[in-house]
C-alpha cells in the first residue's frame, strides 16, 4: 500500500511538474543562448555597490546551480573581483532560477513565488555588502593559458553572431533539453523521491505535525539546509511535501532559500579560495539572513 501509495504521489508530482520546468528549461537556454558572458565579467570586475547589485541580478536569473556557481566566483576572484559580488553572486545564483520560480509559482502561488524572489534579491545585496567589509588577498592573475582561453570565449561570441536562426534554435534547445537535464535531472527526480516519501510515509508527517509547526521548523530548516544540498528547482516539491505535512509557511520559505546556496563544494571552495574568515561570514550572514526572510514572510 505505501509503495503503491508513493508512486501515485510521485506521478502527481510529477506531471504537476513537467509543464513548468519544460517552460523554465526553455528560457534557461534562451538565456545561455543571448547573454554573452564578457558582459558579466566586465560588470562584476569594477568595484563599489553597483557590481553587487548587478552580480544579485544577473545571479537571480542565470541558469547555474552551487556547483556551476564555483568555477565562476574563483575566475572573478582571479580577476581581481571584490569579495562583496563574489558573495553575492554565490547567494543569489542558487537560490532560484528561471526554472525554480516557474515551478515555484506551479506548487506554492504568486505570493511565496514573489516573495522569494525579492528576497533573494535583497539577501543577495546584504551579503555582498557585508562581504565587501572583508580583506582578501588579491587572486592571482589569469595565466596566459587562462587568457586564451578567455579570448578564445570572446572571439567565440563574435562568432556567435554569426549563427543562423537554424543554429541559435539548435543551441537553445539543445542547452535548455539536454545539457541542462543532464546537469539537474537527477537531483530533480531526488527532489521528487524525497517529497513523494515525505507525503506518503505517516510517521514522518506526524512528527512536523508533532514538532516543526512552530519554532523549532526553523531550526529544522537552518540544519536540514545546511546538511543537505538541494537545487533550487529540487527543492520545490520537497519543501511543498513538508509544508503540506505541517511545516510552517515561514520555515519552507528559509529551507528554500539556504537549502540551495549552501553545499559542501561551497564550504570546500570557499575555505580554500578566501580563508576561513570569508566563509564564516558566508555561512552565518546567509543562515540568519535566510531566518529572517522566512520569519517576516510568516507575518505577511
Aim: glycine share 10%.
Amino acid at each position: 500500500m505505501i509503495i503503491a501509495d508513493f508512486f501515485s504521489v510521485f506521478k502527481t508530482y510529477s506531471i504537476e511538474m513537467l509543464p513548468a520546468l519544460a517552460i523554465g528549461l526553455l528560457i534557461s537556454g534562451v538565456i545561455h543562448e543571448f547573454i554573452p558572458d564578457d558582459w558579466v565579467e566586465k560588470y562584476m570586475s569594477k568595484k563599489g555597490l553597483m557590481p553587487i547589485f548587478f552580480a544579485t541580478i544577473i545571479g537571480t536569473i542565470v541558469p547555474v546551480c552551487c556547483w556551476g556557481s564555483l568555477p565562476i566566483a574563483v575566475s572573478f576572484h582571479k580577476k581581481g573581483a571584490s569579495l562583496g559580488p563574489i558573495f553575492a553572486f554565490l547567494a543569489a545564483t542558487p537560490a532560484t532560477s528561471v526554472n525554480a520560480l516557474i515551478v515555484s509559482w506551479r506548487f506554492m502561488g504568486l505570493k511565496f513565488t514573489a516573495y522569494i524572489f525579492f528576497a533573494v534579491i535583497l539577501i543577495g545585496m546584504a551579503v555582498g555588502i557585508i562581504g565587501n567589509f572583508i580583506r582578501i588577498k588579491p587572486g592571482k592573475k589569469p595565466s596566459g593559458a587562462i587568457k586564451a582561453q578567455g579570448e578564445k570565449g570572446g572571439d567565440c561570441h563574435s562568432c556567435c553572431k554569426e549563427k543562423t536562426p537554424q543554429k541559435r534554435v539548435r543551441s537553445v534547445l539543445k542547452y535548455a533539453f539536454f545539457d541542462m537535464p543532464k546537469e539537474i535531472g537527477l537531483e530533480i527526480l531526488a527532489g521528487i523521491g524525497l517529497a513523494a516519501l515525505v507525503s506518503t510515509i505517516a510517521p514522518i508527517g506526524a512528527w512536523i505535525k508533532s514538532y516543526l509547526t512552530r519554532g523549532y521548523g526553523y531550526l529544522f530548516s537552518l540544519v536540514f539546509g545546511l546538511i543537505v544540498y538541494m537545487c533550487a528547482t529540487m527543492s520545490v516539491p520537497l519543501v511543498h511535501a513538508f509544508m503540506k505535512q505541517g511545516l510552517n509557511a515561514g520555515s519552507g520559505m528559509s529551507l528554500l532559500i539556504l537549502g540551495p546556496i549552501v553545499s559542501y563544494g561551497t564550504i570546500l571552495v570557499l575555505k580554500k579560495e578566501f580563508g576561513f574568515r570569508a566563509l564564516s561570514v558566508f555561512l552565518v550572514s546567509v543562515s540568519g539572513l535566510c531566518l529572517l526572510a522566512g520569519y517576516l514572510y510568516s507575518l505577511l
